[in-house]
């Protein structure tokens, strides 16, 4: 037996044999993530247990304040629903998400979805609303997220990616009545919910954000096509501008519900009253259903008027509505790919819709959504570019693709990715990267799925003294735009053009 031991020795560190010095790392690497997995499954457990189980006490949240580095981020499972959060010790709105102690207004509306729903959620946050709805719309269903303040956003795409929930479509932008810059106040230490946009100049401080209206981005209306639609907006007082940003979508028909934060101080702040929010959703159409006790802050619940009740449009008109939508995307060649990844380096998830389109030649020129939308994200980009006071992050395009599943070409030598961001357009998410060598002016590199919409090789046009290159590869259109000349983005085009990479 000692010999054979010894055998088995010599034959562990003799080159030849399998088990290698190779096969070590590799068995230790996997040791150590089985490790690691182990832990944060224990930590997850322990604070499920913390959060759920030990009753409420004076201190309960401050008593893990020293031990914060090793339990944030860990995933704690939500009094709302099945769907876990990543542990925020310090900030008072995860707590009140964790805890179900947000009231349950708007739980009851989310939990009255159906499967193919969407629901719009303005005023995201960490996504606690936002992921109990994605549970309920399921697969076929859509949930579109706003967050404008980049570090709630980045965990609101930590907890998309926690739950794998690949319906959220996540957009790091405010709603307004204008597609504008706008500053956000984001003073609040401790309670990121009580984050707003400065209704007028602060002293210092703020984070610069970009407010998007949805009648300048029309291609979200064709993402969410026809399904029923449930909107949630709490942003602080903000209310009245973001219902004008939406009324494109209020006035759909499909839109059976509108759940709204009205409190009076804070609509004071911009000038508002709660009768100017009542008076826009009576003008789409829809009526105050619910009781309230509080008379200065609550969720109001406003439904669309119909002949027929809730129940009976839940129990007998959308089951029927659901198949025939069902039907109708099968017809019509839609097709779903899953783009909903957390980008290490940006903290960034994009979901992708592919909607399949036909009739269009290699030699015609691309289409004019396809330009106009392309243009438009430039413009937004370069208004980010001229807001940013620190200097601009650099990322790496291999690894934004990577994340994205949107296939993205080798810069050409000097060049880097600058910034990144989402964009709703007519055939769902798109990408926009800002490029710079350093030297000339910056230009967009504009990315989406859509079939057939430019031809083959790069077309080159002018729109405004602005330059666009649009070109095909596969399912993917390009668009290169910039103040450069024609001749200039036309040659850089080409060069692009010929390294994309899967």
Known sequence: MSGSLAFLNLGLEHKSCPFDVASRVRLARTNGEIAV??????????????????????????????????????????????????????????????????????????????????????????????????????????VVSFEPCFSTFAKLVRNIHINDAENILPFNMALSALTRPELLDNSAVGHSGRFAIAPDAIER???????????????????????????????????????????????????????VEVDEKNLGRYGVDPQAIYALLYRHGFSWT????????????FHRESSLSRDQQVSSAFPLEAARRRTARQENGMRWVHLSQIAAAVLLVIGGWMIARTGFSASAPPAEYFVEEALQSHDIAQVRTRLRRSPPAVYDPQEVAAFTRIALPKLPAGWRVIDVQLFPSDSGASLQMTISNGKSASMSLFAVRDDKVAPSRPDVMSRNGTSVACWQEGDLAYALVSRNPPAEIDRLAEDIADNVTS
């Not at 009753?55 to 944030?72: D, H, T």
């Not at 349950?104 to 969407?118: F, I, K």
């Not at 619910?290 to 619940?301: P, R, T």
Request: contains cysteine.
């Open 205 to 259: 401080g703020g984070e610069r954000v970009m407010s998007l209206s949805i009648q300048d981005f029309p291609g979200l209306l064709k993402l969410i096509g026809d399904r029923r639609i449930l909107v949630k907006i709490d942003v602080e007082g903000f209310e009245h501008s973001v219902l004008q940003g939406l009324e494109p979508i209020l006035a759909l028909p499909q839109t059976c519900g509108v759940v």
């Open 37 to 142: 997995t182990l832990a944060g499954n224990f930590r997850s457990a322990l604070m499920d247990f913390y959060v759920h189980q030990v009753p409420n006490f004076r201190g309960k949240w401050r008593i893990l304040s020293p031990f914060a580095k090793m339990v944030n981020g860990t995933s704690v499972r939500s009094g709302y629903g099945s769907f876990r959060l990543g542990m925020d010790v310090h900030d008072r709105t995860f707590q009140l998400g964790v805890t179900a102690r947000y009231g349950t207004v708007v739980s009851n509306e989310v939990e009255r979805l159906n499967p193919g729903d969407c629901f719009i959620d303005v005023g995201a946050n960490c996504g606690v609303f936002a992921l109990l709805a994605a549970e309920r719309v399921g697969p076929e269903g859509l």
């Open 290 to 301: 619910n009781d309230v006790d509080a008379a200065s802050h609550f969720d109001a619940v």
